[in-house]
């Protein structure tokens, strides 16, 4: 179960502004897998063929390796970010850990708090918080856009030879037979693949550049509606596009973009989402709940998409197969869009805590969601 994103909330000091925490809306990234693939079987060899390289066996071991190095140059960041604040000093002399900025300037000055300090609620279980309606249309939105999202997202990915193949029409006993690093464009599998890759990757910067700006409801919206365009236009064109060459480059450029669109849309946000919209006494809980979810989407989606299109193949002829897959990705992705827009919130300038709205620095300026700044704030 993946943890929140963001460290616990610390009550803001009056008239101050709320701020958020540091990389909060980054989402992770490591070099895309099809382009290291591409490099590492070009240069160690390809365990079937031999085809280059004298030692197959490291081309997987570099790949799983080389998949560790971004993680690991992170951590000395990471370990600076979380080093603890000195405790904090009474007039009477003894060392506390104050709870937040303004209960500290409290103890320092021996003075009292105005107000008592608020019980901190009861970590609920997960059946606990499955059954607290509250969060009910909020896990439909966080819960079911993940759930929805990774049908499409792995199911593609281990789907793309298939859909490659039938972009380009090569039959799998001849990919089969070559490696799939040797020749043209329609026959280079790897090269396929980088290609598509290098389409989706600078979805991920773009995501990260107006993660603030737009908000992570605005860009899981956008990303959802034309992953369902994207995926509309290939399958129904699948057959005036397979008769011409650029056509077929046409259908390689479509199935890039849905994975433009999916790194600038969902791959980025559905993470997050969780994390920002349950309160902390359950946030880990049904963040991990989500994040589950996800992962059961991913299932469904890698086991059915071959069954699917050689369903569909054999029912109404081999570019039905294609055609109605494709067909119902736009179908999950529309469904998507759906969920997030009726039950996913817009928490830009809204406090981790869930208290009042706030103004928030930087791009995003102005107010919140609610339109009116908050009282303490204006103090």
């Known amino acids: 179960m993946r943890e929140s994103l963001y460290p616990a909330a610390r009550a803001p000091k009056l008239g101050a502004r709320l701020q958020r925490p540091e990389n909060a809306h980054c989402p992770p990234f490591s070099p895309t897998p099809s382009l290291r693939r591409w490099a590492l079987l070009s240069t160690v060899g390809i365990p079937a063929t031999g ?26 960041f990471k370990a600076a970010a979380s080093d603890p604040k000195p405790p904090l000093a009474t007039s009477d002399g003894d ?3 104050a709870p937040n900025e303004a209960s500290s300037s409290a103890l320092v000055f021996g003075e009292s708090s105005a107000e008592p300090a608020s019980p901190t609620p009861e970590r609920l279980t997960l059946l606990g918080a499955l059954r607290e309606r509250k969060y009910w249309g909020k896990l439909l939105g966080t819960a079911g856009g993940w759930f929805l999202f990774d049908i499409t997202f792995y199911g593609n990915s281990l789907f793309q030879p298939t859909v490659l193949g039938a972009v380009f029409n090569v039959d799998q006993a001849h990919r089969a037979a070559e490696a799939p690093v040797t020749g043209d464009l329609t ?6 693949m980088a290609v598509v890759s290098a389409i989706g990757l600078p979805g991920y910067y ?46 390689l450029f479509l199935y890039g973009l849905t994975f433009f669109f999916s ?7 559905t993470f997050i989402l969780p994390s920002e919209t349950f309160p ?3 946030r880990s809980t049904l963040n991990g709940f989500s994040a589950a979810m996800g992962k059961l989407g991913a299932t469904i989606g890698s086991a059915t998409f071959s069954p699917m299109k050689d369903a569909f193949s054999a029912a109404w ?3 039905a197969g294609l055609r109605w897959t494709m067909v119902a990705c736009a179908a999950v992705s529309l469904a998507g869009f759906v969920l997030t827009y009726f039950f996913v919130e817009d928490r830009r300038g809204v406090a981790m805590d869930g208290g009042a709205a706030s103004e928030v620095s930087g791009a995003e300026g102005g107010l919140s969601d609610g339109g009116e700044e908050d009282e303490e704030t204006r103090l």
């Open 51 to 76: 085809a280059a390289g004298a030692d197959s066996g490291m081309a997987w071991r570099l790949m799983l390796g080389l998949g560790a190095l971004p993680g690991l140059a992170l951590l000395p």
């Open 280 to 282: 902390h006494e359950v």
């Open 263 to 269: 790194n600038f849309g969902p791959n980025s946000t």
């Open 95 to 97: 060392v506390l850990d």
């Open 317 to 319: 002829g081999d570019a």
């Open 206 to 251: 773009v995501s990260v550049w107006l993660m603030d700006t737009l908000g992570r409801r605005r860009i899981q919206l956008q990303g959802f509606l034309l992953m369902a365009l994207t995926f509309s236009a290939l399958g129904l064109g699948y057959e005036a596009l397979d008769q011409t060459e650029s056509g077929r480059l046409a259908m």
């Open 187 to 192: 026959h280079n599998l790897c090269a396929q």
